[in-house]
């Protein structure tokens, strides 16, 4: 079977390792080829290409590149050639409206995805595009606007002829198929009970039943089956405000979630809205505003709504919130329903990423927390092995690492790059400090990494 599917692909323009989505293949960061144990100006440099800003992540598709950018108001999709980073065409896409963003958010934040013979592209600002390899538009799906006064991350992602996109926000949460052929809408789940988040799929294929969909959501790992968007599993133990993508290995998904406040245990617990309202509620109105709210606690922060008070639902968010405490979970998949008591098989509660999606590789797990502290974990049981600092590279990292040829590449917010000997005992090989800031994470692709800073897409590797 592997040799016909590796020949269909190849059929079809692609390679084998091509880097189709986030992350790559199923959002696992590990590329099949190799590449470069130094990079720089100086070092494997193939090209460079300057670029408007972004923090979309390329993606590679048979000779295409794919990314996203946001230009003043215009947001556009481009397409470089992969052998010599020449811009093939820019395709602007229409803006809606100008939402909220984060300060280290970005309006070209989530990345495309290709099935080799087009790209797809989501805009939190818009919604859904499709072209083809030489830019023209197959349709388009508006959509939102979306209540994340965070702006969107999520990324889309392809799986059994079905385009997947999770938009989950503080009100009107759901999960999305669309056909990609023509944007019409398959199925679509609502997610209501989810609030704010960020992550995008994974895809788990077990050898009995059917494939899943995993997202990590707001205190809550889920499955949903591909073929109709049915809730299959879940696991609870996340924290409130998930930002990376589940990562499958085997027989297990670990799943990871950090937000500020999560770091120590509630210092108290607060009654059901019920039983608080008659103590608090001096107006009466069956709400809680700012002036009944409990000291040192802020209305807007579980204001789910805008409307400027707490009702019923808000004060459950809040008091999940309370309690929520950040994690990494490893789940023993091909459970079913509710299965936090029997498939969880270890938690990890330190030096977690706020950010950056975890890494697997050769049965070490890798997180690189802000400032620079990268951890090892026996993936089996859970066991820190090491963690240490990547000497230069001491910023925030919105960038997840990715792997291949026994190398693992990071990039912090500054654009220091840092290339690491794999292993339990990591050991830094080399490090690179572009001074160009980056929050996206590189794609690896016969032997190349293509490599976005803010200013430039750079291709390292060995000259043709």
């Known amino acids: 079977m592997r040799p016909l599917l590796l020949l269909m692909t190849l059929a079809a323009g692609l390679s084998a390792g091509d880097w189709l989505q986030f992350r790559g293949p199923n959002a696992a960061g590990v590329a099949e ?9 100086d070092r494997h440099l193939v090209w460079k290409t300057p670029l408007p800003p972004g923090h979309s992540s390329p993606i590679v598709a048979g000779e295409r590149i794919y990314l996203t950018t946001v230009e003043g108001e215009a947001l556009a999709t ?4 992969k052998a010599t980073g020449k811009i093939l065409w820019k395709r602007e896409a229409p803006r809606a409206r100008v939402s909220n963003t984060h300060k280290m958010n970005n309006a070209a934040a989530p990345t495309p995805v290709s099935d080799g013979e087009g790209v797809y592209v989501f805009f939190g600002d818009y919604g859904l595009l499709a072209y083809d390899a030489d830019g023209a538009e197959k349709w388009r799906l508006p959509m939102g606007p979306f209540h994340n ?3 969107v991350g999520t990324s889309p992602i392809l799986a059994d002829g079905k385009l997947i996109l999770t938009l989950d926000s ?18 679509r789940v609502d997610r209501s009970e989810f609030t704010r988040g960020f992550s995008t799929p994974a895809v788990y294929r077990p050898d009995a039943g059917p494939a899943q969909v995993i997202i990590p959501g707001a205190f809550q790992l889920t499955a949903y089956a591909v073929e109709d968007g049915r809730k299959l599993w879940w696991a609870n133990g996340l924290c409130w405000q998930t930002k990376t993508a589940a990562v499958l290995a085997g027989d297990k998904v670990f799943a990871h979630c950090w937000a500020a406040g999560g770091d120590r245990p509630p210092e108290k617990t607060y009654p059901d809205f019920a039983e608080a309202l008659p103590q608090i509620d001096a107006n009466g109105d069956g709400a809680v505003e700012q002036a009944e709210f409990y000291e040192g606690q802020k209305v807007n922060a579980f204001d789910l709504d805008g409307d400027g008070k707490l009702d019923a639902k808000d004060w459950r968010y809040f008091q999940a919130r309370n309690l929520s405490q950040n994690a990494l979970l490893a789940v023993r998949l091909g459970g079913s329903g509710d299965v936090t008591d029997t498939h969880v098989e270890w938690t990890f509660n330190k030096l977690l990423p706020n950010v950056a999606t975890p890494l697997l590789y050769e049965g070490v797990l890798y997180m690189v927390k802000d400032g620079g502290i990268l951890v090892s974990l026996d993936a089996e049981t859970g066991r820190q092995i090491k963690a240490g600092r990547l000497t230069g590279a001491l910023g925030k990292y919105f960038a997840s690492p990715v792997a291949a040829d026994g190398k693992l590449y990071l990039l912090d917010e500054t654009g220091a790059v840092t290339v690491v000997k794999a292993g339990g005992e990591w050991e830094i090989l080399s490090s ?5 800031g980056g929050n996206a994470t590189p794609a690896i692709v016969d032997g190349r990494i293509y490599l976005r800073t803010h200013e430039n897409l750079y291709c390292f590797g060995e000259a043709p």
Do not use: R
Request: glycine letters at 16%; proline letters at 8%; zero cysteines.
């Open 78 to 81: 481009v397409a470089l050639d």
């Open 149 to 151: 006064e965070m702006g």
């Open 170 to 187: 503080d009100l009107g949460s759901y999960l999305l198929a669309v056909d990609p052929a023509n944007g019409e809408t398959l199925w």
């Open 432 to 436: 690179w400090a572009s001074g160009e």
């Open 33 to 41: 080829s190799g590449a470069p144990a130094e990079i720089g100006p």
